[in-house]
């Protein structure tokens, strides 16, 4: 009797966490036994992965739906008509893997990043949309996976996806006709990184506090527009970095307060147009581009507009806000040709110290001197019909509200202390 009282008691310490396990390892089984092209509803609870997707299926959890494991959360190999939906990942390995799969929707997915990221390879028609995606944050970049990589593909849409602290937010690798809109990368190395592509359109995507906003390589045909591209600020980063690419169109993007706005190396067939660059320290930096256009761009508050090497490129139909030519006739072109390259500047941006002394007299005699010179060679950034400056030019200015709550706190503080002492 007693024998049986305790086996009965031990039974009753272990059923617990008898049920967990084998909740766990019925995600796999509920998978295999779902019809091909059905809707499997999960509960809100952990189970445990890794599971393997092959047929066409749909798998939509509640809130407090997560998949756990020590490897890979779900493989999905070789099938069509895939999609998960507002699941929470919290794997060792990649939450997602897939391979050769023809329509693959990821929709409402969370991860929490650890030592590998989402990982996808010849997909044609994927979705990505509405997803949240975060890394270690006291970790160095360098050692933090890649968010999402996805590899030899085409047909691809994403949309409102936000990555942070991970290596880069997205990184492609030879794909064709993708838009990737309305997404958020910050706190990375690269916000979004493409190597090799045809058919790319950027909308509408902020990228902010990475190493480099944009990094774009080896690319035909592509459209840059209506990003944010914010606070790249470390002494080696660039807003938009373009190189060996084809066919661009860089237009309608606000850059505000990055190291270098923009890089380009081996350029053709582009044009920047209607972009507003403001408080950047360098706008442009141009390598073996001759052809690139840019075309009535706003630049307000930069130490330096451009720099090159002996091609240069196009410029026309800009506004400075440090031409001080005239406008005799009141057609909004100044009568004098604006010459963008300073001497100064070009030394500063070799020894970044020299800002300190950008408006001393002796800086400003120099810029002087470099506007009066000859201003026909297109070797020397010359901006033959500037725009001339309105008042109605609505430039986009941000109030940072902590540091003027700390310069009004200082000032009170102080006038007060002052009073004491009298």
């Known amino acids: 009797m007693l024998k049986k009282t305790i086996m009965l008691f031990v039974f009753m310490l272990v059923l617990p966490f008898a049920n967990k396990t084998n909740a766990a390892e019925n995600l796999q089984q509920l998978i295999d036994e779902a019809p091909i092209n059905s809707v499997l509803t999960l509960k809100a609870k952990t189970y445990a992965g890794p599971v393997l997707i092959n047929k066409p299926l749909t798998i939509i959890g509640v809130e407090g739906t997560v998949i756990e494991s020590k490897t890979t959360g779900i493989s999905i190999e070789k099938t069509a008509d895939v999609k998960l939906e507002n699941i929470t990942f919290k794997t060792v390995q990649q939450p997602i893997f897939a391979n050769e799969v023809i329509g693959l929707t990821l929709s409402k997915l969370t991860f929490s990043l650890q030592d590998e990221g989402v990982e996808l390879r010849k997909m044609n028609q994927l979705v990505i949309e509405h997803n949240y995606m975060t890394g270690l944050k006291e970790a160095h970049f360098s050692k933090k996976p890649n968010g999402y990589e996805i590899y030899e593909s085409k047909g691809i849409q994403i949309d409102n996806v936000k990555v942070q602290n991970v290596q880069d937010g997205l990184y492609f690798e030879r794909i064709e006709n993708i ?49 944010t591209v914010l606070r790249q600020l470390a002494l080696n980063s660039n807003g938009l970095y373009l190189y060996d690419v084809q066919q661009a169109t860089i237009q309608q993007n606000d850059f505000f307060e990055n190291t270098v706005a923009t890089v380009w190396n081996r350029v053709s067939d582009t044009t920047f147009e209607h972009n507003l660059f403001q408080s950047n320290g360098t706008v442009f930096e141009a390598e073996k581009s001759p052809a690139v256009e840019v075309r009535n761009n706003i630049f307000n508050g930069n130490i330096l507009v451009a720099r090159s090497d002996k091609a240069g490129f196009i410029l026309e139909n800009n506004m400075y806000d440090d031409y001080d030519g005239y406008d005799f006739d009141g057609n909004g072109i100044g009568d004098t040709p604006h010459q963008t390259y300073t001497s100064f500047g070009q030394w500063m941006v070799r020894k970044p110290v020299y800002q300190y002394f950008i408006e001393s007299p002796s800086v400003v005699l120099l810029n002087k001197m470099d506007h009066e010179t000859e201003t026909t060679d297109t070797a020397l950034l010359v901006d033959p019909l500037p725009k001339i400056a309105t008042l109605n030019t609505n430039l986009q200015r941000e109030i940072v509200w902590w540091q003027l709550i700390l310069g009004f706190s200082s000032i009170v503080l102080i006038s007060f202390g002052w009073r004491k002492l009298q």
């Open 179 to 227: 838009k990737v809109t309305n997404t958020i990368s910050e706190s990375g190395r690269y916000g979004l990184h493409f190597m090799y592509g045809s058919e790319v359109t950027l909308q509408y995507n902020t990228v902010s506090n990475n190493v480099t906003g944009l990094m774009l390589m080896i690319i035909n045909q592509l459209d840059v527009s209506y990003n």
